[in-house]
């Protein structure tokens, strides 16, 4: 059934918002395409036989909402019930075969069904069902998306998961065979998240995507009977339509939702989660028609090693876009090559799978119609089984007198009808008008296309207020390898698995997409160059905090403080940078994570990342270096660069040492880094000591030779245990690290006290060292003078509230809500938000004004800026010097005011977003 979308009804008579049931209402349309085009069959006509091997389709109700009209479905949301759907097989690829429902019997008419898989050898069926639909119950309690299984030779169909309970703790989709005969999935189960969250005494339950808006679909491995189910990734936002490749690794769709990425890029991982790297598309979401933005799903890689992809929008293109094939084998990215290709490769990596001109441009008609999904025919001919609308129109007719008839028609698309065509502002919809034209529903159909001929046969006619999604054939494909689980694991330390924990094992930090920012011989050769003048010297590992539903805590947006952009974090842990600028540390495993380079004091000194990283329990992670955001060229792939360091050289090896260091670090290996020999050494010693992280921000030389360069390498201790106010984590995590050990910083209980504090104040009175400092005492009190934060930055006398002053540094420090969001305390706003001047008038602290005009010209006065806050939020500790640069100038008032631990502190918090919660729990509930 056709409607008008909704807005299009607004204003017109009732005759005009009935839609006519359109039985078969137009002909087979040939698409416009480029050039001569694809030659399109004839459609209706019974054909013979295309191919000689069954297929199997879904046949689902076209969605609409709740008056009628098509709904144009974005790929961000996964939790969907368009019931009404059967999944159908034929024995031949041909319009003139008998089409079989394999799931009426279950079915019943009130099943939702997508994702359709054939196993290798075509015995078996997967897919995706939701059944059965009950209008009377509410979202919550309708049943879950499970995997159902059906068998050719006992015509047994069932469900994977057999046990209601279990069945229902979550959605579950996409389900693809993987060579050893398990099912690899996508779902809300977060099984392994879920235990984490056990573990940090939160509670499991299924966090949310990064909108907000429903629970991220994560990957999932499971045996073909329903048990041993594992989660695999860990992303934040959704993971989705997983394939197998040719050498076993999974190839998925990963909707990149982190800080200010809203994308949709193409993965490679191992089928236990391990050895997770982006395989294309960062770069390169500008490649739609005219340049308009697209997104990568629905991976598949074809027979000459390239994969195929649907290329669409969000949304707003009848569900459907172009088929790609893009070369992952020798690109990352459009026009960026591999590190063995540069120079030699300039793009594009990608190409259109068909001649028809398909337009990914959202709202608009394509002239060449649209694809919803792709099968490619593994036989050496290329051909592709495909679900594809042709371009038709809604055209208004005249009003013919007849209430119970709606005046409008089906027509086809030519050339002087797209030049007609009203694409829709929903902002601003149109009232329609005889001789208006509108795109209209898709009408997809089951065809194959072949390459050789570039024609497009079709073998499931499409049939009105329908849509035959997806197909599958059961042509002879290859098992792939097996990529057996534990393939990247760290064998050294066998305890990692079993712990919960991981090994990040990074290069150098100084590398930059294959370039080195320094010298990096120079800088590791402590001779050369002492520690203090080293630019990176620890690396912070952080988190993700997973959010609940609203049903579980509902908390506002003001919980994450003056932006939500950086979510909540939390922090699990610091290691030191080795002279070269290598790491290898212990991480959570199963986590979402993101790392950030320091400099001395504790700073980020490299840009926040944007894609969150996990490892597999048991995993070592290798990785060349860093990123810079702003390159335009993406590195998350083994292949992008070669290494900006090579490690140790054939001398190092001859000489058994690293230049200028202890001979306890023995170079056994050419390319091995610092970090590596300490990790082979400690390992071989003391169970690994040197790739334990600590909740603290501690450094020791432990290379230097010369004792008197060592002795001016400085320890570093920034502890917790220093802190006159709450630890943001336990003690027993200070002192031994476990994979749950977590930093929670959250400003009004671990930040806003130390404003509070009392600062005594001491002096040496004796130009000793080795005797303690005496208080100061003030004379007129006869107290020790106290530097209490508070003794200058409020808004009255401390010895008199009813006198205003202005604060020192216009900046307030005391307790209290503040006027512009009350919940937040007014000193986290005047830390992190731009404020008005403010002067005394009349014994009043009031904003400080100019004399301006209105938009009108009226003369008004106009507050003046105090400049930006004391914190920077977006740019972090580094770039707020104005703030903690005084506390190490000795001629400054506020000199080791704050400690060293306290510094620390703030500068973390700052670095990570500045949130005002990092726990939803702590947060106050609506």
């Known amino acids: 059934m056709f409607r008008l979308p909704r807005q299009f009804r607004k204003g017109i008579p009732s005759k005009a918002t009935r839609m006519v049931v359109l039985s078969m209402a137009c002909a087979l349309v040939a698409a416009c395409s480029k050039g001569e085009g694809v030659q399109l069959g004839t459609g209706q006509d019974p054909d013979p036989v295309v191919i000689d091997f069954p297929i199997a389709y879904i046949k689902s109700p076209l969605p609409v909402d709740d008056n009628g009209a098509f709904q144009q479905q974005d790929l961000r949301e996964q939790i969907t019930f368009e019931f009404g759907a059967d999944l159908y097989f034929r024995d031949r690829a041909s319009p003139s075969a008998e089409a079989i429902n394999i799931t009426e019997s ?104 990064e909108d907000d808006n429903e629970p991220a679909f994560n990957l999932h491995v499971m045996s073909d009977d329903g048990t041993g189910i594992k989660q695999v990734t860990f992303n934040q936002s959704h993971d989705l339509d997983p394939s197998v490749m040719a050498d076993g690794k999974i190839v998925y769709s990963r909707w990149d939702h982190n800080q200010s990425n809203d994308a949709v890029n193409l993965y490679r991982m191992n089928p236990d989660g ?15 028609t005219n340049g308009d933005t697209i997104q990568f799903m629905q991976p598949r890689q074809v027979e000459d090693g390239r994969v195929m992809v649907l290329a669409r929008p969000f949304t707003d293109t009848e569900g459907g876009g172009e088929l790609m094939l893009i070369d992952t084998p020798q690109y990352l990215e459009n026009t960026q090559p591999t590190k063995d290709n540069i120079g030699i490769l300039s793009g594009p990596a990608q190409e259109d799978a068909t001649v028809n001109e398909v337009s990914t441009i959202p709202g608009v008609p394509s002239v060449g119609g649209r694809y919803f999904s792709v099968y490619p025919i593994q036989d050496g001919t290329d051909r592709l089984m495909v679900s594809w609308s042709q371009c038709r129109l809604v055209e208004i007719l005249a009003d013919d007198g007849d209430p119970d008839t709606d005046d409008i028609q089906i027509v086809p698309c030519t050339e002087d009808r797209l030049a007609n065509v009203i694409v829709i502002d929903p902002d601003d919809p149109p009232i329609p008008v005889e001789g208006d034209l509108f795109v209209a529903p898709p009408l997809y159909g089951i065809w194959i296309y072949d390459p050789r001929d570039d ?15 997806e197909v599958v054939s059961a042509d002879p494909r290859p098992t792939p390898p097996v990529v057996l689980d534990g393939s990247n694991d760290f064998l050294p330390d066998v305890t990692l698995a079993e712990n919960g924990e991981a090994l990040l094992n990074i290069r150098s930090v100084y590398d930059f997409d294959g370039a080195a920012i320094v010298n990096i011989a120079t800088v590791a050769d402590p001779e050369q160059t002492l520690a203090a003048d080293r630019l990176a010297r620890f690396l912070r590992i952080e988190k993700a905090v ?19 952009q950086f979510g909540m974090k939390e922090i699990v842990g610091y290691a030191m940078v080795e002279p070269d600028g290598s790491v290898m540390v212990k991480v959570p495993a199963n986590t979402a994570l993101m790392v950030s380079v320091l400099d001395e004091n504790g700073h980020r000194i490299t840009q926040r990342h944007q894609n969150w990283i996990s490892l597999a329990a048991g995993q070592e992670l ?56 300490r990790a082979r050494e400690t390992c071989g010693l003391d169970g690994c000591s040197s790739i334990e992280p600590s909740m603290n921000v501690i450094y020791r030389d432990v290379w230097t030779e010369n004792a008197a360069i060592a002795d001016q390498n400085v320890d570093i201790d920034y502890l917790y245990t220093d802190l006159t106010t709450a630890s943001p984590t336990t003690l027993s995590c200070q002192q031994d690290w476990k994979s749950n050990c977590r930093s929670v910083i959250s400003y009004e209980s671990i930040i806003h006290p130390m404003w509070s504090q009392p600062r005594l104040v001491t002096f040496d009175d004796d130009n000793d060292p080795d005797t303690p400092e005496v208080p100061l005492i003030d004379p007129v009190t006869g107290l020790q003078v106290n530097n209490n934060c508070l003794n200058c930055h409020t808004p009255t006398e401390p010895d008199d509230p009813a006198v205003a002053r202005v604060p020192a540094g216009q900046l307030e420090l005391q307790d209290g809500l503040s006027n512009d969001e009350p919940d937040h305390f007014h000193a986290y706003r005047e830390l992190l938000v731009t404020d008005n001047l403010q002067v005394v008038v009349g014994g009043v602290l009031v904003d400080a004004t100019t004399p301006g005009f209105d938009a009108d010209g009226n003369p008004i006065d106009i507050p003046i800026s105090n400049g930006p806050p004391p914190l ?20 400054d008032l506020h000199f080791n005011i704050l400690s060293q631990a306290e510094r620390r502190l703030v500068a973390e918090w700052l670095d990570i977003g500045a949130q005002y919660y990092n726990d939803p729990f702590d947060a106050p509930e609506n």
Not at 459 to 464: D, L, N, Q, S, T
Not at 624 to 640: E, K, L, T, W
Not at 657 to 664: E, I, K, N, S, Y
């Open 872 to 891: 920077r939020v977006f740019l972090g500790a580094r770039f707020s010097s104005e703030f903690f640069d005084r506390f190490d100038d000795p001629l």
């Open 546 to 564: 997973s959010q609940p539903d609203d049903d579980l805590r509902d908390i506002d947006n003001t919980a994450f403080g003056v932006t939500t």
């Open 106 to 209: 279950v079915s019943q008419g009130l099943a939702a069904i997508r994702d359709v898989e054939i196993d290798y050898d075509g015995s078996r069926l997967l897919f995706s069902m939701r059944v059965p639909f009950d209008p009377d119950a509410d979202e919550e309690d309708l049943p879950t998306w499970n995997v159902w299984q059906y068998t050719f030779e006992t015509d047994e169909l069932v469900r994977v998961i057999t046990s209601d309970l279990f069945a229902e703790i979550g959605h579950d989709i996409m389900p693809k065979y993987l060579p050893d005969g398990r099912i690899i999935f996508s779902s809300t189960r977060q099984t392994q998240s879920q235990a984490v969250l056990l573990d940090e005494g939160k509670g499991g339950f299924p966090a949310q995507d």
């Open 455 to 469: 024609t497009q046969l079709p073998i499931v006619a499409g049939e009105e207020g329908f849509m035959f999604t």
């Open 622 to 677: 290798k990785c060349n270096g860093c990123h810079d955001a702003n390159s335009g060229v993406s590195h998350g792939r083994y292949d992008a660069f070669e290494s900006a360091y090579a490690g140790a050289d054939a001398d190092m090896v001859m000489d058994g040492v690293f230049p200028g260091t202890l001979a306890q670090w023995a170079v056994e290996q050419v390319g091995e880094t610092m970090a590596e020999v």
């Open 274 to 288: 391990s050895a997770q790297e982006l395989l294309y598309g960062q770069q390169s979401h500008d490649t739609g």
